[in-house]
């Protein structure tokens, strides 16, 4: 079987189709509720804190046993 032909959008035409689909899309979302985002938004600080000290605190031990296996 061969595939029907298709007519070449135009821009214009694209870009609508694009928007509508789009919109269609963020239609069927489940978007959290504002205390869902903010408790969220809480954890992810919190996570990024800690691995910011972890990370700093590991760059901090590795160095000074890189520094004393060169010194």
């Known amino acids: ?8 959008l135009n821009f214009f ?3 609508k189709r694009f928007w509508r ?6 239609r069927k979302v489940s ?3 504002p205390k869902e985002a903010w ?4 954890i992810v600080l919190i996570v990024t804190v800690f691995m ?14 890189i520094g004393l296996l060169v010194a």
Do not use: A
């Not at 079987?1 to 070449?8: D, L, R």
């Not at 689909?21 to 963020?26: D, F, P």
């Not at 408790?39 to 809480?42: A, G, R, S, V």
């Not at 000290?53 to 160095?63: H, P």
């Open 1 to 8: 079987m061969t595939k029907p032909k298709q007519k070449k």
């Open 13 to 15: 035409q694209r870009t």
């Open 21 to 26: 689909e789009t919109i269609g899309e963020l």
């Open 31 to 33: 978007w959290p509720t």
């Open 39 to 42: 408790d969220l938004t809480k």
């Open 52 to 65: 910011s000290m972890l990370l700093g605190l590991m760059d901090f031990v590795f160095s000074r046993l």
